[in-house]
């Protein structure tokens, strides 16, 4: 069983995490894991989450590293920041989003990366936000195992993550564009999937 890792601050922003989740969630062969700093966060949209793990039990094991965005990135872990370079050195994806981006620049783990995230300003007085010039102005990025979204960018971040992770790619842009699209653009353009 391959295990996922969401990890998420107070104040997290819940859709940032629900399209790779419940992709992952369908594979017979996932499993999500929520984990956080307390035992209960609270999303941007208020949902309470009951947190599998908390950091100080953090496991190194998963396949996979997701850092959910948000409007609490603002403090400094340092288990989390040895952990988010375990798994870099591991070669395992990790995937961060918004906020967590930030988390990453500020900490000096975006360096030998290219990357992207909400607006590189943000991170001109981080001292160990030392290669800006691997700065993409893009939706997501992708370099290695280090995937980066800024904030609008939920659907192509999933895209992303799951054509790193699985090699069925056609089920895979097939959902993703049903999404982009809607149901009954898609259904025009392509058929209806559910027949």
């Not at 591991?90 to 990453?104: F, N, P, Q, S």
């Not at 102005?137 to 992770?165: C, M, P, R, S």
Request: proline share 2%; hydrophobic share 40%; net charge negative.
């Amino acid at each position: 069983m391959k295990k996922a890792i969401f990890f998420m601050c107070d104040q997290y922003a819940d859709w940032e995490g629900a399209y790779l989740s419940s992709q992952l969630n369908q594979q017979d062969d996932w499993q999500i894991v929520t984990a956080s700093v307390m035992p209960v966060v609270t999303s941007i949209g208020g949902f309470k989450t009951q947190v599998d793990e908390r950091l100080d039990e953090l496991s190194q094991d998963a396949d996979l590293l997701i850092l959910i965005g948000g409007n609490s990135w603002e403090q400094d872990y340092q288990k989390l920041t040895v952990t988010i370079q375990t798994y870099l050195q591991l070669g395992k994806v990790v995937g961060a989003i918004c906020g967590a981006v930030d988390y990453l620049a500020r900490n000096g783990l975006l360096t030998g990366y290219q990357h992207t995230g909400n607006a590189q300003f943000l991170w001109k007085n981080d001292k160990q936000y030392t290669n800006p010039q691997d700065f993409r102005e893009k939706q997501v990025v992708q370099d290695h195992n280090l995937i980066t979204a800024n904030g609008t960018a939920a659907l192509d971040f999933t895209d992303l993550i799951l054509t790193k992770l699985f090699t069925k790619q056609l089920e895979i842009h097939q959902e993703m564009r049903l999404q982009r699209l809607g149901f009954y653009r898609y259904v025009a353009l392509y058929g209806n999937p559910y027949q």
